[in-house]
């Protein structure tokens, strides 16, 4: 018989929390937060959250009975709690939306969970029970097993209890850690040889490399100087190359001579905490650093406004180390998961074993073992700094003190699919108050919504325009390339200008990035004959042509197809291709510079396990000359030896039909700008452009963002858009292009009784994805509003619209502030 009756969150897409009755056996154990088994239907079984403790029985229906409790100590804290029911809230989703985002698969067991053996784990050496040893010799005879065959298995309706103990000893992985494509980084390190150990052999090896090899003797002096301050007087490569001015051609020769050693090792846990290790701020850095302290005394929230090169991180890393020193925990928040991999270094080497890395590319139990660690923090003393993406906002927390949002204008920070379709900058916000917390934004590009708040006084403004050692903002310089194509001056997709550039960099033995950010190949084929272009037979969009792969691919959906001998329409055989892509630029960049080594950095090139790491290592290393990339160049990668960078079409970007298009353009043109002259002299940026005059490229040129931001602020307010109004947009989904524009329409309508600016339904540019057709509606609603009534007339509307027949088989996403 039950003792009370509990309300949990069941990790499904469902509006309502599920009510169980409580045995005897558990009523001392059930608390809030922690995961309690329990059945679901009538043959599933799920980990589900305690939400509620002090509920009464249901009316109408029999509660069933929990299962067991699953945690000695909540997993799951108040304050997480209340960030997710103002998700639920504000995004308007289900709470089993954001607990399926927020915890670690191996948090979230549920009856259709799979589990594979541990590549890694040492089977024989560990304790097993009956039980498991039967569950690990079954993974020895198949790849994998679900919690209902495993339960067959062992004759045994519940087989949590097991499960759980043989993903505590590592000997079995739940399935999503098949999908483990980022690890910690390895990073190279290099160690002097025993050989050296013999003075005399030592001065006998100077005494040759100072005569025929000075760039050697360069790394040997300097790892002899920086070999004590490491453990086992193992040196970064990096770091070495980076302070001899050597590269790794001289260094794999001393490794050849038995002089060196070189291991690849985790970076994490690698260096030596060493807080004295902090660079001096210059009066600058200082200064912002005075007034972000000054400014969190009157206010919560402040937006850092620093250009490129401008030492932004130097200033992050003060402010986490004082937040520390107090005892708090820090979070510093990336837009990409890729950035990590510069930015672990740099933190573990002030921070060491403090430093914890989460986000969700790491191995499911990488990121349970941090989760673990945070709880058990919540008992101690030792703060952690805690680096992560945008998943980071959900960890449990106790103790926060300081939230750092580095490049806070970026769109990487919003969640797409599925639900919650939540912004970690914001969230983070929300999160910070929680805890009394402080919040840093920083970009050299501000988001127009952040800088709007900065200067009504929502959040106060931090101002760093000198970059490092005073370096001039690099010189920006446009090029007509409609004028050239009619001269036939233009060398393929290169003007004479920039390929003049290039060389004269290259020869200076300076490196060059390449911008273009469109991927593949060719963007298009087209018959010559009858215009026939090869379309995705699941979306309405044009193929792509991959000239390694020889394939036609669709960038929506990954269909792939072989390119036709002749035109399926007409029969013509003269297809051609019209536009570029990354990878046609890395090609034909052979032909213009056979001797340098060329490497592409976007989506394709990045899918292999740690090919990014790879790229971006020799690139900082100097084995690669040119970088050819996407807009994944422009997110706060830090080269020293970049002198130039080229923008092949910026066109592109500025024409793309979305009212955010001038300011995503502005943002990426500078940002990738940045990379040019980061460290020892002005650097040269080179825009080719169809239409040099537009206003856009005037203010990059001018490096002028304050009348980019007034410019663009008066067409906001014009035209009813962000940051004066809040927009919503809703997608509907269905198989049926009739049924869903039906169903579009007939929610406009209810919508429109309460937001009379609704717009839409209309077909997007791309109106057929996956074979779903696609309708969407965009509510724009004055920020005089609160967000509670908004809130409350949406739920209205969409409560009438699943009355109607029409809703049925019809998905609805909603996209509350879409980017």
């Not at 215009?531 to 036609?552: F, G």
């Not at 052979?590 to 080594?597: A, C, N, V, W, Y």
């Not at 790491?613 to 160049?633: A, N």
Request: charged letters at 25%; aromatic letters at 10%; hydrophobic letters at 40%.
């Amino acid at each position: 018989m039950a003792n009370f009756f509990i309300e949990v969150i069941v990790p499904v897409p469902l509006p309502k929390l599920f009510t169980y009755s409580v045995g005897d056996e558990w009523t001392d154990q059930v608390a809030v937060g922690k995961r309690v088994l329990v059945p679901f239907g009538n043959q599933k079984i799920y980990a589900a959250v305690v939400y509620r403790t002090d509920t009464a029985a249901p009316e109408g229906y029999t509660a069933k009975p929990v299962i067991s409790v699953l945690d000695e100590v909540p997993v799951v804290n108040e304050k997480q709690l209340l960030l997710w029911n103002w998700m639920q809230n504000y995004y308007l989703c289900n709470l089993g939306d954001v607990m399926q985002a927020a915890l670690p698969s191996a948090l979230k067991l549920s009856s259709e969970t799979k589990m594979i053996l541990n590549p890694d784990a040492d089977i024989h050496s560990t304790s097993l029970t009956d039980d498991e040893f039967l569950v690990v010799e079954a993974l020895h005879s198949v790849k994998s097993l679900t919690l209902k065959e495993i339960s067959k298995i062992l004759d045994r309706k519940y087989v949590f209890p097991v499960v759980k103990s043989l993903l505590r000893k590592n000997v079995t992985l739940s399935v999503e850690d098949v999908k483990e494509d980022f690890k910690i980084p390895l990073v190279h390190y290099v160690k002097l040889s025993s050989k050296t150990q013999d003075a005399d052999f030592m001065k006998k090896e100077f005494d040759k490399l100072e005569k025929k090899a000075p760039k050697q003797l360069d790394i040997m002096m300097q790892l002899t100087l920086m070999s004590p301050h490491y453990p086992e007087g193992k040196v970064p490569q990096r770091e070495l190359l980076k302070k001899s001015g050597s590269n790794s051609a001289a260094l794999q020769q001393l490794v050849k001579k038995n002089l060196l050693e070189i291991f690849l090792e985790k970076a994490i846990g690698r260096v030596k905490a060493n807080n004295e290790d902090f660079f001096t701020l210059n009066a600058a850095q200082q200064q912002a650093l005075n007034h972000i302290q000054e400014g969190f005394s009157s206010k919560k929230v402040g937006l850092l406004h620093g250009v490129t090169s401008s030492g932004k991180t130097e200033v992050y890393i003060r402010l986490i180390d004082e937040c520390m020193k107090r005892g708090k925990q820090a979070l510093y928040l990336l837009p990409e998961i890729a950035l990590t991999t510069q930015m672990i270094h740099r933190l573990e080497k002030h921070f060491g074993d403090r430093l914890l890395v989460y986000h969700s590319r790491f191995s499911d139990n990488e990121r349970a073992t941090t989760w673990t660690k945070l709880i058990e923090a919540s008992s101690s003393d030792k703060p952690f700094l805690v680096l992560g993406a945008r998943s980071a906002v959900f960890l449990p927390f106790s103790n926060l003190g300081l939230v750092i949002v580095d490049e806070e204008h970026e769109t990487s920070y919003k969640q797409f699919d599925p639900a919650p379709r939540y912004h970690a900058r914001d969230t983070a916000i929300v999160l910070a108050s929680l805890f009394d917390a402080d919040v840093l934004l920083g970009s050299a590009t501000p988001s127009i919504e952040s800088y709007y708040n900065a200067l009504t006084g929502k959040y106060f403004l931090t101002e760093l325009f000198a970059r490092h050692a005073d370096i001039a903002p690099p010189f920006i310089q446009l090029v007509n390339i409609k004028e050239l194509t009619l001269r036939r001056q233009m060398k393929s997709h290169f003007s004479p200008l920039l390929i003049q550039a290039m060389q004269e960099e290259l020869k200076n033995g300076k490196q060059v990035i390449l911008f273009q950010n469109r991927r593949g190949y060719a963007p298009v084929i087209q018959c010559h004959h009858c215009n026939w272009i090869p379309h995705c037979t699941n979306c309405d969009v044009a193929l792509t042509y991959y000239k390694r792969a020889d394939l036609l691919r669709c960038h929506y959906c990954g269909y792939t197809t072989q390119i036709p001998q002749k035109c399926p329409s007409c029969g013509d055989t003269d297809l051609r291709q019209h536009g570029f892509g990354t990878e046609k630029i890395e090609d034909e960049l052979q032909i213009f510079f056979p001797d340098k080594k060329i490497a592409r950095l976007d989506l394709d090139s990045t899918r292999g396990k740690n090919s990014y790491k790879e790229i971006i290592y020799r690139f900082e290393t100097r084995e690669t000359d040119i970088l050819v990339g996407t807009q994944m160049v422009t997110k706060g990668l830090d080269f020293d030896n970049v002198s130039l960078v080229g923008i092949l079409n910026a066109d592109n970007l500025i024409n793309f039909p979305d009212f955010r298009a001038y300011e995503r353009s502005f943002q990426m043109l500078l940002q990738v700008s940045g990379r040019a002259g980061r460290k020892d002299k002005q650097g040269k940026v080179i825009i080719q452009t169809y239409n040099p005059a537009h206003s856009i490229l005037e203010f990059v040129v001018k490096n002028d963002y304050k009348a980019f931001i007034d410019f663009e602020l008066a067409e906001r307010q014009k035209f009813h858009y962000p940051p004066y109004y809040r927009l919503t947009e809703i997608i509907l989904k269905g198989r049926q292009a009739e049924a869903t524009e039906a169903a579009a329409r007939l929610l406009a309508t209810e919508l429109r009784k309460y937001f009379p600016d609704t717009m839409g339904p209309v077909s997007p540019v791309v109106s057929r994805i996956k074979n779903y057709y696609l309708r969407t509606i965009m509510i724009k609603n004055s920020k005089k509003i609160s967000n509670s009534k908004t809130r409350a007339a949406m739920q209205s509307s969409f409560e009438k619209y699943r009355l109607s027949d029409k809703s049925k088989g019809i998905l609805v996403h909603i996209d509350v502030d879409p980017v």
